[in-house]
């Protein structure tokens, strides 16, 4: 079963006063770039990154090999970003969803959703926390072709709702949202990133 890992960075991080994408832990990668070798190392077949606000200039200094995915339409909404990635990669059999700014999230936790998904790949997963629902996301193929006919401002938590099974993970990144400088200032102190 061969999942693309698509980290979701096209928003404009206006509370953090500049883009998630690269916000740089103590080893000066771009967060956008260690989601998306998280995403690889749990064990997605490919990983890209969805841009959209000030795009040149996270291009410029995100590594090259890094691929992305342009959302013309990101200021939309977020549906607009799950749909780019998902058209730019029409032979995957599932998709995960990763938010660049859910930071933190442990490898394990990505092999124990795609190991749950490769059991019933025809089901959409969302990972839990104490029964709290995290801001992953995976779904297959065909849930995809559907979720391509939202319009771009689509609540997706709505629309996922009624076909989401949820799979509890030990994992309290899942539900983390950096949005600002001193979150991000936290993180850095209490997770060595």
Known sequence: MKTVGIVLAAGASRRMGSPKALLRGADGIPLAARQAALLLAGGCEAAAVV????????????????????????????????QAGIGAHPQAD?????????????????????EVASKKPQLVWRPVHRG???NLLWIPQEAGRELMKLPPDARVDEWVRPLAKELEVGDSAILRNVNTPEE???LLRTHHL
């Open 132 to 134: 709290e629902k995290g």
């Open 51 to 82: 841009l959209g606000a000030e795009i040149e200039r996270i291009r410029l200094e995100l590594p090259e090999k890094l691929a992305t995915v342009e959302n013309p339409r990101w200021a939309q909404g977020r549906a607009s970003s799950l």
């Open 94 to 114: 599932g998709f995960l969803f990763l938010p660049v700014d859910a930071a933190g999230v442990k490898e394990a936790t990505i092999r124990e959703i795609l």
């Open 184 to 186: 991000w200032a936290i």
